[in-house]
């Protein structure tokens, strides 16, 4: 909260066109007085207040001035969350303020929590912020009743735990963690991770196995929705580059020139590039591309593998399948990647390949 008293007077006064002389003589106030009020030096008393208000033709709250804060839990934690993105170092003093407002509001106490986690691993001499980082996610878990935001759930908040206690060094306590709240296999990664650092080799590279093709299955989402992103708008040179991206990532997890599962993915790949070759007119090259998506198709067809073992760095030994509805067969996935982009030049080529 802030007052612009001082400066509202002189502004005032200057927009009367008086001098601190002038302003004086009105209220019968030496000039040393008015210069103290502009200055900010002392403050006129109460009625002297009102008196000046009335004269400059303006309310008693406008002309001292004071812009109080919205500190409604929703725009607090807004702008706490801004001071977290942007480090500023008056967010943990903002968040002891937000606490002591809203000392039982899940958002309230869930963001500042989220404010230390970023302080204490910044700054992470300091042992304070990340204890009370610790302290306020074990409290938002018992608050949890009161969450409204579907990003967040009781595995997230144990993973936020997790990560503090790390930042403490405290390393048996969040694998502890991880371990009892990993729902969705969502924490395989710093599983892995932990157990690397207590020299469980076996088990971390397990653990971090699951999570590479966690993150395979999602760099594949991710790959295909992209490209079609940039094609429904016209950006065939963002679509190519993806595609090209993921032949490229595909081409490093195959362990050898055996069909798996990775050549269905490109399959959909090189479908998508057909198009945007035939797109920019090259008719030749999408030729060649179906060509060389058909050739991979049968290969798979002839001898399908899901398994996901058959990847590049996948050290496991229980079976994990890895499964689409795409197509029952890689020449039908073609078809159907070639049906969903609405071609018909490119259903064409296609039919006279296949």
């Known amino acids: 909260m802030k007052n612009n008293l001082a400066e509202n007077i002189r502004n005032f006064r200057k927009e009367r066109g008086l001098t601190q002389e002038q302003l004086a003589e009105v209220f019968d106030m030496t000039v040393g007085a008015v210069h103290k009020w502009e200055a900010g030096l002392s403050t006129p008393d109460i009625s002297i207040l009102m008196e000046l208000a009335d004269f400059f033709d303006t309310s008693l709250d406008v002309l001292a001035g004071y812009n109080v804060r919205d500190n409604r839990i929703d725009v607090l934690c807004k702008r706490l969350r801004k001071m977290t993105d942007t480090m500023d170092p008056n967010g943990p003093e903002e968040a002891d303020k937000a606490l002591k407002k809203y000392p039982n509001s899940f958002k309230v106490v869930y963001e500042c929590a989220y404010l230390y986690t970023a302080f204490s691993s910044m700054f992470k001499t300091t042992m304070e912020y990340a204890i009370r980082a610790r302290d306020l996610y074990e409290q938002s878990l018992r608050l949890i009743s009161q969450n409204t935001d579907p990003n967040i759930d009781e595995t997230a908040l144990y993973g936020r735990l997790a990560q503090v206690y790390l930042i403490m060094e405290d390393y048996d306590k969040g694998l502890e963690i991880y371990k009892a709240h990993n729902a969705g296999y969502i924490y395989n990664s710093q599983i892995g991770q932990l157990l690397l650092y207590k020299g469980d ?47 490229n990532m595909n081409d490093m997890f195959k362990r050898d ?9 490109n399959c959909m790949y090189l479908a998508g590039l057909a198009y945007i070759f035939l797109k920019q007119k090259h008719k030749k090259e999408a030729a060649d591309t179906l ?40 020449i039908e996935v073609i078809g159907n990647s070639i049906e969903l982009l609405k071609s018909p030049e490119l259903s064409k080529l296609w039919k006279s390949i296949n």
């Open 201 to 247: 080799y076996e088990e971390a590279e397990i653990n971090l196995s699951y999570a590479l093709v966690g993150e395979i299955t999602h760099w594949v989402n991710l790959i295909i929705n992209k490209a079609l992103c940039y094609i429904r708008t016209d950006n065939l040179g963002e679509a190519k580059a993806i595609l090209e991206m993921g032949l």
């Open 291 to 330: 060509k060389k998506a058909k050739a991979k198709a049968e290969a798979f067809d002839a001898a399908p593998e899901y398994d996901a073992r058959k990847e590049r760095f996948v050290e496991i030994k229980e079976t994990c399948m890895a499964y689409d509805n795409t197509g029952e067969t890689c």
């Open 257 to 265: 020139d055996k069909p798996s599962y990775l050549d269905r993915i």
